[in-house]
């Protein structure tokens, strides 16, 4: 992770200190942020799937409920 900010700082640091269109990151630097984005990727399609999920099986018992206990209970609210 160390590797990935120090990448990420190389690239915003401002343009005077650096060559205009120069970017010095070292391989294992943008390796390192390539792996840090595909972690959170991972972890949000994860979580994406964890909700389509539970959506699914509420929506399955939902489906369950016979007419009359949903128009009950939708009554209530």
């Known amino acids: ?3 990935a900010c120090v990448c990420i700082e ?3 640091r401002p343009f ?3 060559e205009q269109g120069e970017f010095s990151a ?12 595909n972690a959170e990727f991972e972890r949000c399609i994860q979580a994406m ?7 699914q099986k509420a929506l399955r018992m ?7 206990q949903r128009r009950k209970r939708d009554r209530r609210c």
Request: hydrophobic share 55%; net charge positive.
């Open 1 to 3: 992770m160390y590797r």
């Open 10 to 12: 190389r690239f915003v």
């Open 16 to 18: 005077h200190l650096r």
């Open 26 to 37: 070292t391989p294992a630097e943008l390796g390192a942020l390539v792996a840090a984005v």
């Open 49 to 55: 799937d964890a909700v389509g999920d539970a959506l």
């Open 62 to 68: 939902a489906a369950r409920k016979p007419l009359k």
